[in-house]
Structures are given as structure tokens and as C-alpha cells.
């Protein structure tokens, strides 16, 4: 047989002969290989002359030069031996490495074996200190060349130091004007305080947004306030979704103390907490260092594809993730994380029966130019953040850079989300056509598949997906929110999500936002939800957010714990029709929002409260909701499942199910299929019970404490209401004078404004009892005329302290009381009663400068009746070009 490689036979070392079979040439990688040889042997030969390749970069090479003889005239194979194999920069497949249809390539394990290729480094040379933490020295770390923050010991994922250990803490509330920051309680951060500045910034603090997590560096914290201050920018404000909000740090030697745990300080000292058992003196430990594994890198926009490729069999460990200086955040989905397998413009490629784990970021993404490719077989499992993406987040104009009809069957993708929990287990964006199936989704902290990229009815490209037979568990653990087992976004027309199995989702629903079994979110249309079976789910079974004629038929829905099925927006066309279902459950109510209205329609349905309780929709009983059109052939009776607590829901004979049009369907076929190993690896998962936090603490009394030393020159004061009018009046922090420090706020009165009590500011402390004191230090220039004053609730508003300041005087109730000094600081301290504790009197003392504070004891309240605290504020009522400053504004209240 003529051989492909004869015409360039001088090229290639003169022993070169080709193992090959009759209808492929075949290429050989071992580990013990050498890329400067032919790799046609599979082992070397005697004289080591020559022998297998001894990577996947130099088999592609090699190929490179087959092809180059001339065109493929039979399929390539390259071989890969057992065994590990460094991977130290990503294999890059490009448009000249591609098969053709009749003659593909494929690298793939050789029968029998498991080659694994680690873009990993082994950490050895462990030491015991004398408080049970062992060290290791990374050199490299020292010399600014590497670092690490992910670390894997015998197999498991390390934890990397944290504080607290389990759960959370809380900021009680935001700073707006500097940067990412917020207020902390003095506890959680004090051991911050003993963090150099230099390793400050690699400490991580992970911030918790309903759906979605922020990582941010600490820029500097602040004793006295006490607050944090953070690098880089969140998708939203802290505290904007929830108050309390919550958030966990990382990455600092005081936070060492649980075993499992590690620190990699920047003088290369790598520290570890062993767990009980493990022996740091035979223990493989290691450390990523590339940050991809494999890059199909076409170029679809120039029509040059990565084209009839295939990985099979080879398995890909340990991955890099470092987060940027800047940190890292994003509103939903993990969405700008990289996969550590990615491709454009790649058509027939396929990853068979292979193995992507111990990374920090997503597994694999088809992303922009894909077609015709599929993912098969493939065990994915502790990702950084989730595992399969298909398509992008935005619509590319051009055809041939829109990705399309891939495939992700029969795979199992376990444990994800262990550095971005807002991550998703499969995500398909702008993309038409895939075939998400059979695939076995668990342990994320969020959504299992999500489906389209669109808030609204404005054009998509997720149509006719399918998204059937995948066994989908164990999602949510209590720690995000606003999830689903499966998710949809937008018009998704054609869309096919049946034959599911959805169970244990939980979602953190501390503020109103749930875990569902089906969600059909923002603008999804066109849906067919049938053949499902969901159970075990935090508030709901299934929820349309917002959407358009989609169908949820024939499905068992049971046991969520807060309400069963949900319609959110009423909108002017059919939200849904829901037909033909089982809703089983035990306690609380069968509908979670308002349904009484004729655009969702309910019929033919069948509803079970296992404990007999009798069943309301929303406001009224079945009689009543059958008046209003709904359920006129449904049935309010016992199912007969063999089993249900035991997750069993066959029907027994005699089921009153086929009365109302319920189809059987066998729910045992959702998830992977295959040889007995591949089944049992998918049910090996060990899922303890979920446990949610506890409740978070009640949130301290509203507080300032605001030197204006973080807040950027001309911002304005942190948690108030600010009114200007823009006519010359202002407030803004500034740099011309200040009490302490090199800043204070500046108010800019002007003539001729609309409202004379403008400019001013307020807060709204909402104080109801014990005492609250309010300090501050003024600089009064000469002109200016001013209120500082505390009001309750209602209309007409109560008064308690206030003060009047005009023409150099300080006056209360009408009364003189002191003359201040133009150009001067000053400083007010002011204290009051609350609720019980009210007097109907506050106290003030006022400290002039070089002089001891002058008091003033028992001053009557404005009013008589006020004992609560709603308004705290400044205005200028100058009427004229005045200039006034404030600095160290300090509110607290202390209860009784």
C-alpha cells in the first residue's frame, strides 16, 4: 500500500514507518515519548532512535506535516498510551489541523487506557509546624512568576482560608462614594487589621447578589468606621437586592484554622490545615498552572473553520483561575468566564468519553461559529464555575459567526460552582437548534440549564431547542436565588423541556426571590413543558416570571415547601396553559401569585393535599374557581403514587389520573445511559440534606460614621437624600479645609433658588428607641444661615432637637445661645431619647476651638410628642452666595 507519508519520507527521521490499519494512518503519544520523534512506533526502539511523540502539541505537529505532503486520503488517528502527561500551555487547534468528512482526525486514548494530561505542579517538600499547619516553599511566588488559587490534595479540592467557616457574614449597609465598600461589623473584619498592606489585596472578599456572587480584592479597611473597601466593581450596588447583605472573605492567614483549609502567602509559603487522616509526607498536592487546556481557534468571520476533529477519551485536570486585580463580577450565569476547552469556529468536532475536572472556570464552551458539534460521554466534575456553554450573549450579524445545532448527550457534570456559584450547569445563549439530553446535572449553587439570553420579547435566537431526558438534582444548597432546575429566557419558540427529572432545589429565599423545578423567566414564549417530573423544590415546582404561550402539560409536580406553581405578571395575552398535570404537596399554597385573571388558563389537572387540608386557589375554593372558567375538568383527589416520599411516582391501579387526560410516562429514563460504570459514576453522588443559614442577624440601628476620607472630591454624602437644584447651590465633598483629615462636605447656598430650604440633605435613621447621639464639627463662613434639625413620621412632622445657626449665632428656640466664629471649626454633639426613653428634652454640647465644650442640658423638643427619628438633617437658607462645611458626621443609637 502506497503510504501517505512517503513524499516527504526525507523530512522525517529514515527509520520512520507508520503503525497504521488498513483504513487510517495512526500517530503514537506516550509519556515517554519524544517530540523530536516520528511517533509512528508506540513504543521506542531499542536504540531509542525513535518512538511515540510525548504530546499533544507535537502530534498535532506531526499531522501538520502529513498534511502538508498533500491532501488526507484516509483518517488519522492519533494514539495516546496511559499515563500522565504535563500540560503546560493550552494545545491549539487551528483551521490546517482539520479532517475532512471521509477523513477525520481524531486523538484519542489508546484501548484500554486513560491518559490524563494535568496543567497542574506538584507542591512536595512538607513540613509540620508546631500548631498542626504544614508548609511548603513556592519560589516561583516569591519571584512574582506564578500563583495559585486553587489547590487540590489527593484528589479533593482544598478550601481555600476563609472566615466565617460555614455561612456568612453581613454588611449592614453600603458606601457609595468609595468604590465597592460597605460597612462592617468591627468583629467580622478585626483580624483584617493585622494584614500588612501588601498582602491586603490578595485577600478576597465574596459577595453574595440574590443570583449571582462578586469577587473583589480589599483595598484598604478602616477601623473606625468600621468598613472595607474594595477593588473593581460589582454588577450592583451592595445591598441593593437584600439588606443584610452577605458575604464570606478569603485568602488570609488569620483565617487558617479548620482543616481541609490552605493559604499561599506572596513570599511563596504555601500553608495547609491537613484533614484528620491525611498524610502530608505521601500526599499528592497540587497547584494549576495554565489557565486552558485545548483551543479549537477558527476564524468564522474569514470562513476558515476548525473542521472534523475529534477528542476521545482523554482526560484534562487541573485548571487555572486567578482573579484580576480589578476583581471580577456578573449579572447573571457567570457569563464572561472562559471555558478551559473553547471553540470558534469549529464544525464536527466532537469530545467523546472524556474528562474535564479540578478546574477554576467553566469546562467547555462552542462559542461563536459553532455548528454540528457535540459533547458526548464526558465526565465533567469541580469546576470553578459550570460545565457546557453553547453560544454567546449577544446576536452576531453575520451567519457564519452564529453557533448552532450542537449537541450535549449523555454526560455527567458534577460539582460545580466552587469559585463562581452563579454559574450554570449547561447554558445555552443566542442559539438554535442544540440538543441538550441525558445528561446528569448536580451540585451547583445555581441553575441546572438555562436556555436563552433575552430579558423581554425582543429577538432571540434560542428557538427549537431541546432540552429533554437529563436528570437534573441537588442544585441551589440554600445559597443563591432566582433559579431553576431548568431556565428560559426570552422568545424561545419550538423549545422543547420534557422528559426531565428535577428534584432538590433550593434556592437562599431569605427576600422573595425562589428555587423552581421548571422557570419559564422574563419574556420566555413558545415553550413546550411536558413529561416532567419535579419534586423536592424551595418555592415551586414550576414559575413563569413573565412569558407567552407556553404549555406546561402532563407533568408531576410535588413537595415544594412554599407554594407549588406561580404566574408573576399578569400581561395582556396567554401567559401559559397548564393541563393535564399532577400537583401533589404537602402544607402551604397550591398557587403563589394571583391566577384568577383569563390569560393563563388551568384545565384537566389533577391536585392532591396530602394531609387532606382543603385547597384554596389564591383567594377562593375549587367551587369558586371553577365558576371563574378554571379547572372545569379537573379533579381534586389522591393520585395513588407507590411511593412518593421515596421519590417512587408510578401510579397504582385504580388512579383516578386518567380521568383528567394524565399520561404515564417513565421518568426512570432522564439521565445518562450506557455501560453499568458510566451509570453507577452518575449515582455515586453523596448528598447530605440541605441546610440553610440561619437567619441574619437583625441589622444594627441606621449609623454614620463619615470622615468624607473616602468619598471622591465632588461626591456627596453617603446614605442620604441629597436636594440641589443645580443653580449655583451644591454639596460635594471637598479638599479646602476640613476639621481632620484632608476632606470635608462643602453646602453652596445660591440667590434666587425655588425652595428657600435648599440646598439640604437628610437621612433616615428610623430610630424608635434607647438614645441616639449625633455628632458633628461645622465651619460657618461669614453669610451663612442654616438648620440642623430631627423629625419623626407623618404630616405634619414632630420635632425633637433643633438648631438654628444665622449672622454668626447660634440659636435655640429662638433663643441665642452662643456666638460662633466665621472660618472655625466647631464642633456639636447632640444626644436624645427615644420611644420609652424619650424625656421630651436632648442635650447639646458644643466645643469651640481651645476651649472646653459648653452644655446645654435638658432643651425641650420641638414638639412635646415626638419619640421616633425618621429625618436628620442640614439645610441652608441662606438665600445667598454662603458657604458652610461639615466634617466627621458620627450618628449612633444605643439601645436600651
Not at 761 to 768: E, K, L, S
Given at each position: 500500500m502506497s503510504h501517505p507519508l512517503r513524499a516527504f519520507a526525507s523530512i522525517l527521521l529514515p527509520a520512520l514507518i507508520f503503525a497504521s490499519r488498513s483504513d487510517a494512518a495512526t500517530f503514537h503519544v506516550a509519556p515517554d515519548g519524544n517530540d523530536s520523534w516520528s511517533g509512528a512506533l508506540a513504543r521506542p526502539n531499542r536504540d531509542r532512535s525513535d518512538g511515540p511523540l510525548a504530546s499533544l502539541q507535537g502530534a498535532r505537529d506531526a499531522v501538520r506535516k502529513l498534511k502538508a505532503a498533500g491532501p488526507l486520503s484516509e483518517p488519522v488517528r492519533v494514539v495516546v498510551a496511559g499515563g500522565n502527561y504535563a500540560l503546560t500551555a493550552p494545545v491549539v487547534f487551528t483551521p490546517e489541523d482539520s479532517g475532512t468528512e471521509k477523513c477525520p482526525v481524531s486523538y484519542e486514548a489508546a484501548r484500554g487506557a486513560k491518559p490524563v494530561f494535568s496543567g497542574g505542579r506538584r507542591i512536595t517538600g512538607w513540613q509540620r509546624g508546631a500548631d498542626g499547619i504544614w508548609t511548603a516553599q513556592a519560589p516561583e511566588v516569591a519571584a512574582g512568576r506564578w500563583y495559585s488559587e486553587q489547590l487540590w490534595v489527593n484528589g479533593r479540592r482544598a478550601t481555600r482560608a476563609r472566615s466565617p467557616n460555614k455561612f456568612y457574614y453581613y454588611m449592614p449597609r453600603k458606601i457609595s462614594h468609595a468604590g465597592p465598600a460597605f460597612v462592617a461589623n468591627a468583629a467580622d473584619i478585626q483580624p483584617l487589621l493585622n494584614v500588612s498592606k501588601d498582602k491586603l489585596r490578595d485577600v478576597t472578599v465574596v459577595a453574595y447578589h440574590s443570583w449571582e456572587v462578586s469577587r473583589h480584592r480589599v483595598a484598604s479597611v478602616d477601623a473606625k468606621v468600621p468598613a472595607v473597601v474594595c477593588t473593581g466593581g460589582a454588577p450592583w450596588a451592595f445591598c441593593e437586592w437584600a439588606p443584610n447583605q452577605r458575604y464570606h472573605l478569603e485568602n488570609f492567614r488569620e483565617a487558617l484554622d479548620a482543616p481541609g483549609e490552605w493559604f499561599l502567602d506572596r513570599d511563596g509559603t504555601l500553608c495547609y490545615k491537613p484533614l484528620p487522616g491525611e498524610n502530608m509526607a505521601r500526599a499528592e498536592v497540587v497547584a494549576p498552572v495554565v489557565e486552558q487546556f485545548v483551543n479549537?481557534?477558527?476564524?468564522?468571520?474569514?470562513?476558515?473553520?476548525?473542521?472534523?476533529?475529534?477528542?476521545?477519551?482523554?482526560?484534562?485536570?487541573?485548571?487555572?483561575?486567578?482573579?484580576?486585580?480589578?476583581?471580577?463580577?456578573?449579572?447573571?450565569?457567570?457569563?464572561?468566564?472562559?471555558?478551559?476547552?473553547?471553540?470558534?469556529?469549529?464544525?464536527?468536532?466532537?469530545?467523546?468519553?472524556?474528562?474535564?475536572?479540578?478546574?477554576?472556570?467553566?469546562?467547555?464552551?462552542?462559542?461563536?461559529?459553532?455548528?454540528?458539534?457535540?459533547?458526548?460521554?464526558?465526565?465533567?466534575?469541580?469546576?470553578?464555575?459550570?460545565?457546557?456553554?453553547?453560544?454567546?450573549?449577544?446576536?452576531?450579524?453575520?451567519?457564519?459567526?452564529?453557533?448552532?445545532?450542537?449537541?450535549?448527550?449523555?454526560?455527567?457534570?458534577?460539582?460545580?460552582?466552587?469559585?463562581?456559584?452563579?454559574?450554570?450547569?449547561?447554558?445555552?445563549?443566542?442559539?438554535?437548534?442544540?440538543?441538550?439530553?441525558?445528561?446528569?446535572?448536580?451540585?451547583?449553587?445555581?441553575?441546572?440549564?438555562?436556555?436563552?439570553?433575552?430579558?423581554?420579547?425582543?429577538?432571540?435566537?434560542?428557538?427549537?431547542?431541546?432540552?429533554?431526558?437529563?436528570?437534573?438534582?441537588?442544585?441551589?444548597?440554600?445559597?443563591?436565588?432566582?433559579?431553576?432546575?431548568?431556565?428560559?429566557?426570552?422568545?424561545?419558540?419550538?423549545?422543547?423541556?420534557?422528559?426531565?427529572?428535577?428534584?432538590?432545589?433550593?434556592?437562599?429565599?431569605?427576600?422573595?426571590?425562589?428555587?423552581?423545578?421548571?422557570?419559564?423567566?422574563?419574556?420566555?414564549?413558545?415553550?413546550?413543558?411536558?413529561?416532567?417530573?419535579?419534586?423536592?423544590?424551595?418555592?415551586?415546582?414550576?414559575?413563569q416570571h413573565y412569558g407567552r404561550e407556553n404549555i406546561v402539560r402532563n407533568n408531576i409536580l410535588a413537595y415544594s415547601m412554599d407554594g407549588q406553581v406561580q404566574r408573576s405578571r399578569v400581561e395582556p395575552h396567554r401567559s401559559f396553559a397548564f393541563e393535564n398535570n399532577i400537583v401533589y404537596w404537602r402544607g402551604g399554597p397550591l398557587l403563589g401569585r394571583p391566577a384568577k385573571d383569563t390569560n393563563v388558563t388551568f384545565e384537566s389537572n389533577l391536585y392532591w393535599e396530602e394531609s387532606g387540608e382543603p385547597i384554596q386557589f389564591n383567594d377562593v375554593n375549587f367551587e369558586k374557581w371553577q365558576e371563574l372558567g378554571k379547572d372545569t375538568k379537573s379533579l381534586i383527589a389522591d393520585p395513588k403514587f407507590v411511593n412518593p416520599r421515596n421519590g417512587d411516582f408510578r401510579l397504582r391501579p385504580g388512579s383516578p389520573a386518567a380521568k383528567i387526560g394524565f399520561?404515564?410516562?417513565?421518568?426512570?429514563?432522564?439521565?445518562?445511559?450506557?455501560?453499568?460504570?458510566?451509570?453507577?459514576?452518575?449515582?455515586?453522588?453523596?448528598?447530605?440534606?440541605?441546610?440553610?443559614?440561619?437567619?441574619?442577624?437583625?441589622?444594627?440601628?441606621?449609623?454614620?460614621?463619615?470622615?468624607?476620607?473616602?468619598?471622591?472630591?465632588?461626591?456627596?454624602?453617603?446614605?442620604?437624600?441629597?436636594?440641589?437644584?443645580?443653580?449655583?447651590?451644591?454639596?460635594?465633598?471637598?479638599?479646602?479645609?476640613?476639621?481632620?483629615?484632608?476632606?470635608?462636605?462643602?453646602?453652596?447656598?445660591?440667590?434666587?433658588?425655588?425652595?428657600?430650604?435648599?440646598?439640604?440633605?437628610?437621612?433616615?435613621?428610623?430610630?424608635?428607641?434607647?438614645?441616639?447621639?449625633?455628632?458633628?464639627?461645622?465651619?460657618?463662613?461669614?453669610?451663612?444661615?442654616?438648620?440642623?434639625?430631627?423629625?419623626?413620621?407623618?404630616?405634619?412632622?414632630?420635632?425633637?432637637?433643633?438648631?438654628?445657626?444665622?449672622?454668626g449665632k447660634l440659636r435655640v428656640h429662638d433663643k441665642e445661645v452662643l456666638e460662633l466664629p466665621a472660618g472655625k471649626w466647631v464642633r456639636f454633639e447632640i444626644s436624645a431619647g427615644l420611644g420609652p426613653q424619650s424625656t421630651g428634652a436632648w442635650d447639646l454640647a458644643v466645643t469651640l476651638p481651645g476651649e472646653s465644650p459648653r452644655r446645654f442640658a435638658g432643651l425641650k423638643n420641638g414638639s412635646p410628642d415626638w419619640k421616633t427619628l425618621h429625618w436628620l438633617g442640614f439645610c441652608s437658607t441662606a438665600n445667598a452666595k454662603t458657604v458652610f462645611y461639615l466634617d466627621n458626621l458620627r450618628l449612633e443609637n444605643a439601645a436600651p
Open positions: 479549537f481557534a477558527g476564524e468564522p468571520d474569514k470562513g476558515r473553520f476548525v473542521e472534523h476533529l475529534t477528542l476521545k477519551g482523554l482526560a484534562f485536570r487541573h485548571g487555572q483561575y486567578v482573579l484580576p486585580d480589578k476583581g471580577h463580577g456578573d449579572g447573571q450565569a457567570a457569563q464572561s468566564i472562559p471555558a478551559m476547552i473553547m471553540a470558534d469556529g469549529a464544525r464536527h468536532i466532537a469530545i467523546e468519553d472524556c474528562e474535564v475536572g479540578h478546574v477554576g472556570i467553566y469546562g467547555i464552551w462552542f462559542r461563536r461559529g459553532c455548528r454540528d458539534c457535540r459533547v458526548v460521554h464526558t465526565y465533567l466534575h469541580d469546576l470553578g464555575a459550570g460545565g457546557v456553554r453553547i453560544g454567546e450573549t449577544g446576536i452576531q450579524s453575520a451567519e457564519a459567526n452564529r453557533t448552532a445545532r450542537i449537541v450535549a448527550d449523555n454526560n455527567i457534570l458534577h460539582r460545580g460552582g466552587r469559585v463562581f456559584p452563579g454559574c450554570v450547569g449547561v447554558w445555552v445563549g443566542h442559539s438554535p437548534d442544540n440538543a441538550v439530553t441525558h445528561n446528569d446535572i448536580a451540585d451547583f449553587y445555581y441553575t441546572g440549564i438555562s436556555v436563552g439570553w433575552r430579558w423581554g420579547y425582543a429577538e432571540s435566537l434560542a428557538k427549537r431547542n431541546k432540552i429533554e431526558f437529563n436528570h437534573i438534582h441537588h442544585i441551589g444548597w440554600g445559597v443563591l436565588s432566582d433559579m431553576g432546575g431548568v431556565y428560559t429566557l426570552g422568545p424561545s419558540e419550538g423549545t422543547s423541556v420534557s422528559h426531565n427529572r428535577i428534584h432538590d432545589v433550593y434556592s437562599y429565599d431569605r427576600y422573595g426571590r425562589g428555587g423552581w423545578g421548571l422557570y419559564t423567566d422574563e419574556g420566555s414564549t413558545g415553550i413546550r413543558l411536558e413529561n416532567n417530573l419535579v419534586y423536592h423544590t424551595k418555592t415551586g415546582s414550576f414559575h399520561k404515564p410516562f417513565d421518568y426512570t429514563k432522564a439521565g445518562v445511559y450506557g455501560d453499568r460504570a458510566w451509570v453507577r459514576l452518575a449515582a455515586s453522588g453523596k448528598y447530605p440534606p440541605v441546610e440553610f443559614a440561619p437567619e441574619p442577624p437583625p441589622r444594627p440601628p441606621f449609623a454614620v460614621a463619615n470622615d468624607f476620607e473616602f468619598a471622591p472630591v465632588g461626591s456627596t454624602v453617603d446614605d442620604a437624600h441629597i436636594y440641589v437644584e443645580k443653580k449655583g447651590d451644591s454639596i460635594a465633598v471637598t479638599e479646602e479645609t476640613a476639621a481632620s483629615g484632608r476632606r470635608s462636605l462643602k453646602i453652596t447656598d445660591a440667590p434666587g433658588l425655588a425652595a428657600v430650604y435648599n440646598p439640604h440633605f437628610f437621612f433616615d435613621p428610623r430610630h424608635t428607641n434607647g438614645v441616639t447621639r449625633f455628632s458633628f464639627d461645622l465651619r460657618v463662613e461669614p453669610g451663612a444661615v442654616l438648620f440642623q434639625e430631627w423629625r419623626g413620621e407623618g404630616h405634619p412632622y414632630r420635632v425633637g432637637p433643633s438648631l438654628w445657626i444665622g449672622n
